[in-house]
């Protein structure tokens, strides 16, 4: 009956292991267009379930690395390039260049793809996303989708075996030939991190968004399954009922608790709410760094890379750019992007179109603002005016050295991505748009010591010029990235001069781009550098917990 259903481009609603998923034919355009109105999710890429590797390699590029991940006993979703005219609707990731698929993990699923393994599936994927409304946590119990998801899904599917604990769905990618983790939930936990020497018992409450906590104990961190962005009671009910699971299954009663240096976080003001001997505040992008050395246990200094969206910096400031020489006690800024307002705050995060008018007015004096093909005709005189006299009168402005601002600012000035609807759609559109074997870079210049300033003004007016010059906007994206790894290698190249340093770690959302990994991977080897990079560990904000935990045991060690 629910195959039927399926046939008939119905949304299912399916208990599963972790929590229910929300189930649609992945072939027809209209269910999965439905399916996004009713889930509230306009643009952000829908995961795939095939029966087989057989399926999956009619719609996507499987690599070797793919197929293990695919296939062993975690079953994540599992990040690959999709092919053209595979019968896979657009609208299951518009405008994305990867499909995110996993193969079944319970009896039931397979049972919806028909009665017997030895016949033709009768499906080529089904849609599988997490049984909620966007930005909240996944229904566990019958009672909840009854009442929950009847908005979203016609049917539902249900069975009497209670879910003890919510847990979405894992996600991995492969890079050079290994899975690594871009999400770490489902399969990954609750499994330990070896941490490599004996450890206090902490809690790391983590950060905002794609947030998870981190509980250590003896010689292990127990990181927890994805909590997802802590913006409403919801969520934060999830983080709590899950922190008494673990706490209670590992006998862990933290002494100390380390929490992210915003203020306004809702894990930091959780943390500072706990009544515990020690409490730690930890940098963002510190955390960041901290985390990739824990899983490649690594001690002493490093250079340390992070580039991501936002991150509370030591002076008040948004970083994201950063460069800096770490141990896992502390940390020296040695260079950064250098600081552009955001107009509106989180305003700019949602709209990359004032993020490339603030690079446009930071790059050309007011008086000489060029007009920019394609860019031009989408933002109005009325919304050019409105930054400017914000900008002149510092009325709600943020200054950011973040590199995901970056990212949108050049998405839009090339005409990709003007608006969003999720965190990093803008960078993710740019890598898609890139042109394949493009050559040279854009100039910038870095200037001053400690912390050097990455100035991007010379960039953005070559930008400007090719885009006069009706350069293809896949070549502009192509070149952009090029230049960006290059500066990443100039940079550690200097740090490595001065300080005789050798190892590098990449952490941060940013290094989730596979162009800029490789290419920044590739150089930094090439002049002779170690590179270390996440595995298990997300290399975005859920695993700055992790960071956490181990910088909090290292500063409490260094107070006995």
């Not at 930005?135 to 899904?153: D, F």
């Not at 090339?414 to 870079?441: D, K, M, P, W, Y």
Request: negative net charge; charged residues 25%.
């Amino acid at each position: 009956m629910v195959r039927n259903l399926l046939r008939e481009g119905l949304i299912v609603a399916v208990k599963g292991l972790g929590g229910f998923l929300l189930a649609c034919d992945a072939t027809n355009e209209g269910a999965v267009r439905e399916l996004r109105k009713r889930k509230r999710r306009s643009e952000k890429p829908f995961a795939l379930m095939a029966r087989d590797l057989t399926e999956v390699e009619k719609f996507c590029l499987v690599s070797e690395g793919d197929r293990k991940a695919l296939a062993s006993s975690r079953r994540p979703i599992v990040v690959m390039s999709r092919k053209a005219g595979s019968g896979i609707t657009p609208e299951v990731a518009p405008g994305n260049n990867t499909l995110g698929v996993m193969l079944p993990y319970t009896p039931l699923h397979y049972l919806l793809f028909g009665g017997s393994l030895d016949e033709q599936a009768e499906f080529s994927a089904l849609v599988m996303t997490s049984g909620n409304f966007s930005e909240e946590p996944t229904v566990i119990s019958n009672e909840e989708a009854a009442e929950h998801l009847q908005p979203i899904a016609d049917w539902s599917l249900f069975h009497d075996r209670d879910i003890y604990m919510r847990v979405d769905d894992s996600v991995v990618r492969c890079f050079e030939g290994e899975e690594r983790a871009l999400r770490r939930s489902r399969g990954f936990v609750p499994e330990v991190i070896d941490l490599g020497g004996e450890a206090r018992e902490v809690l790391a409450c983590g950060a905002e968004l794609k947030n998870t906590f981190c509980l250590t104990k003896g010689h292990y961190a127990v990181l927890s399954q994805h909590i997802g962005d802590l913006k409403n009671y919801e969520t934060l009910r999830f983080f709590k009922e899950t922190l008494q699971n673990l706490k209670k299954l590992y006998r862990v009663a933290p002494t100390a608790v380390a929490y992210d240096l915003h203020p306004q976080y809702m894990s930091s003001r959780f943390a500072l709410g706990l009544d515990v001997g020690h409490k730690i505040a930890v940098q963002h992008h510190h955390a960041h760094i901290a985390s990739c050395m824990a899983e490649n246990h690594l001690s002493g200094k490093v250079i340390g890379v992070a580039f991501d969206g936002t991150g509370y910096g030591a002076d008040g400031q948004v970083w994201g750019g950063e460069f800096l020489v770490a141990d896992l006690a502390g940390f020296e800024r040695h260079a950064h992007l250098r600081y552009v307002s955001m107009a509106g705050g989180d305003a700019a995060v949602r709209q990359p179109w004032r993020m490339a008018l603030s690079y446009l007015l930071d790059t050309f004096p007011a008086e000489n603002w060029p007009a920019v093909p394609g860019f031009a005709e989408h933002v109005s005189s009325e919304q050019i005016s409105t930054v400017q006299l914000m900008l002149k009168r510092g009325i709600n402005i943020v200054q950011t050295s973040s590199s995901g601002r970056l990212f949108d600012a050049v998405a839009s000035l090339i005409g990709i991505q003007h608006e969003v609807t999720f965190e990093g759609q803008a960078a993710i559109a740019l890598e898609n748009a890139a042109s394949a074997n493009v050559a040279g870079r854009y100039p910038y210049a870095i200037e001053g010591r400690l912390p050097a300033r990455i100035d991007l003004r010379p960039m953005i007016a070559a930008i400007v010029e090719d885009l006069r010059q009706s350069r293809a906007a896949g070549e502009i994206a192509a070149v952009f990235h090029n230049t960006l790894a290059q500066i990443i290698v100039d940079v550690v190249l200097r740090i490595r001069d001065r300080e005789g340093l050798t190892r590098v770690c990449l952490s941060g959302g940013a290094f989730q781009n596979h162009r800029l990994l490789e290419r920044s991977v590739r150089s930094l080897r090439e002049n002779g550098l170690e590179v270390f990079l996440h595995i298990s560990v997300p290399p975005n904000d859920g695993g700055i917990s992790l960071g956490q935990a181990v910088i909090a045991n290292e500063l409490l060690k260094r107070e006995d």
